[in-house]
């Protein structure tokens, strides 16, 4: 398991940013650019591998990729419905969201359709309570949730 030329070189600048002996501060931005490069999900062997890369304990790895929602350990699907979960959302009916994309596409939270194209992920906060429900879709929010607009997002995502 090597990063691509390109990537690397990119490794080799966020760690630049940081003083000798505190590349840690890099992990963050090395991991998300791993999870790019590796297919959207962070296993094992990727975590290993960048704990080599930053001179890391691997458990060091572990600990930050298991606490921020932003990272997967498993395979993911091509689009990943990320449903905030806390209270302004819950309030304003998140938890009926989820509910109707499981039975619209019969996973849940957590898991992936068997065609691969949709996981179904509930998160904390993302920040956005005043447009509550919300989830995040790629790099884009989609705000005040009904089942019309999650049903507009599924055809959306199948005809990408």
């Known amino acids: 398991m090597n990063f691509s030329e390109n990537a690397l070189k990119e490794v080799q600048r966020i760690i630049a940013f940081y003083p000798e002996g505190k590349q840690k501060s890099a992990l963050i ?3 998300h650019l791993a999870q790019q490069e590796f297919g959207g999900w962070l296993s094992a062997d990727t975590m290993d591998y960048v704990a080599g890369l930053l001179k890391l304990d691997p458990i060091e790895v572990y600990e930050v990729a298991t606490f921020y929602s932003m990272f997967n350990l498993k395979p ?3 689009h990943m ?3 905030c979960q806390t209270g302004p ?3 304003n009916g998140s938890d009926d969201i989820v509910k109707y994309i499981y039975d619209k596409l019969g996973i849940k939270p957590g898991e992936t359709t068997a065609d691969g194209l949709f996981t ?3 998160v904390e906060c993302l920040g956005a309570c005043g447009y509550a429900p ?3 879709l790629g ?3 989609r705000e005040h949730l ?3 607009k999650v049903d507009a997002l599924v055809e959306e995502c199948r005809n990408r």
Do not use: D
């Open 76 to 78: 993911v699907g091509k």
């Open 29 to 31: 931005p090395v991991l």
């Open 139 to 141: 790099e884009h929010y």
């Open 89 to 91: 959302c819950m309030l």
């Open 146 to 148: 009904t089942k019309e």
């Open 120 to 122: 179904l992920k509930t």
């Open 134 to 136: 919300m989830m995040q």
């Open 81 to 83: 419905f990320e449903v």
